[in-house]
């Protein structure tokens, strides 16, 4: 006779008999039901543990809750959406759930079939991570499911938000490049796919407060703006732009330290040093920031604290809660190499 090698799977009635419960206990135990003592809970937890038993995820769903979520992010080239997963996910190791990422795009088409990809798979909620859709799309996935959104900053009665006060840590870089003595500084801003109001998207906010804080200092006539992508080439080419005028900025702001890379590369490629000639700033502290062959100044705006609060804002609406929530994470600026006082701050200006 020959017998097969694969182990057969465990059931959840071997995971009963093993704790001499019931299956119906088990099944509250792994729901996390009321109406089970602590007692009760610790011996079915460690026969759980004890014999491997994994419950299937359909038949989880079958009963109304899978233990998974989704995290949509743009895409997974950032360093700064890998400070949002590692908080999210420590969040999660002391839950039953675990994180299913996807990829959403750069096109709200492509978001949308991501989204409904979850919905498919009947996880129990969504994290949305700087997303495209309207807020009226959103709206209506919150009405089948539980989400939360980052770095929106618009009010919803459906679903929650976590973002940065972006308007302050813009205002952190700006003042530091003025106090430095720069007056030409420039911004490399965003564009892309969304559909939302100008004001609740973080690029806007930053730029429209760059904006602000020159003209607060009198340097209105000095504001100098690209509008590219926030990735490696778009501050490249934002920055090479930049660098053809006349006069070139002493300084470099790029909303995003994504697109500072770039603005470095292209700053290097002019035969220009940093922060001798240029200084570059950029957002979000990333752990490439902080290389010591880049020390790139940059605003701290915690992405690990964002994913952990995403997931326990999540966590409480999958268990019940309909009243809305907005949490905003405080940025700090972290100045390293990359900034320094211009070596002539009044080149470029004129004689009365």
């Known amino acids: 006779m020959v017998t097969s090698g694969r182990r057969r799977r465990v059931t959840i009635s071997d995971v009963a008999s093993h704790a001499q419960v019931s299956v119906t206990a088990v099944s509250k135990v792994i729901r996390n039901a009321s109406g089970v003592s602590p007692a009760m809970k610790d011996r079915v937890k460690t026969a759980i543990e004890e014999l491997g038993y994994r419950p299937q995820a359909v038949a989880r769903g079958m009963r109304g809750r899978t233990f998974t979520i989704g995290l949509v992010l743009p895409h997974i ?49 969504i994290i949305m991570v700087a997303p495209l859709a309207s807020k009226g799309r959103l709206e209506e996935v919150a009405r089948e499911k539980p989400i939360v959104v980052l770095a929106r900053h618009e009010r919803s009665s ?56 020159m003209r607060e200092h009198g340097l209105a006539d000095k504001i100098a703006v690209v509008t590219s992508f926030y990735n490696e080439k778009g501050g490249y080419e934002g920055a090479r732009e930049l660098l053809s005028g006349t006069p070139q900025p002493t300084a470099i702001f ?42 790139l100044t940059s605003v701290d ?44 701050p009044t080149a470029g200006e004129t004689s009365p």
């Open 77 to 125: 080239r950032n360093p700064f959406f890998a400070d949002i997963l590692d908080g999210l996910t420590e969040y999660l190791e002391k839950t039953d759930y675990q994180a299913f990422m996807i990829q959403g795009g750069s096109t709200r088409k492509v978001e949308k079939r991501a989204v409904d990809a979850l919905m498919d798979r009947q996880v129990d909620g």
């Open 158 to 213: 459906y679903y929650d938000s976590v973002y940065d006060d972006d308007e302050a840590g813009a205002e952190l870089v700006v003042n530091h490049l003025i106090e430095l003595g720069h007056r030409h500084i420039a911004h490399i801003t965003h564009q892309d796919d969304s559909i939302a109001r100008p004001g609740d998207l973080l690029h806007n906010i930053r730029s429209a407060t760059y904006e602000r804080v």
């Open 254 to 295: 790029a909303g995003a330290d994504q697109a500072a890379l770039g603005a470095l590369a292209a700053v290097f490629e002019a035969g220009l040093s940093v922060p001798g000639d240029v200084s570059v700033a950029g957002y979000d502290n990333t752990h490439l920031a902080a290389l010591p062959n880049i020390a």
């Open 301 to 344: 705006q915690d992405g690990a604290e964002m994913g952990r609060a995403a997931g326990k804002l999540l966590l409480e609406r999958i268990e019940g809660r309909m009243t809305p929530v907005r949490f905003s994470v405080t940025p700090s600026l972290v100045v390293r190499n990359s900034t320094a006082a211009p070596k002539d």
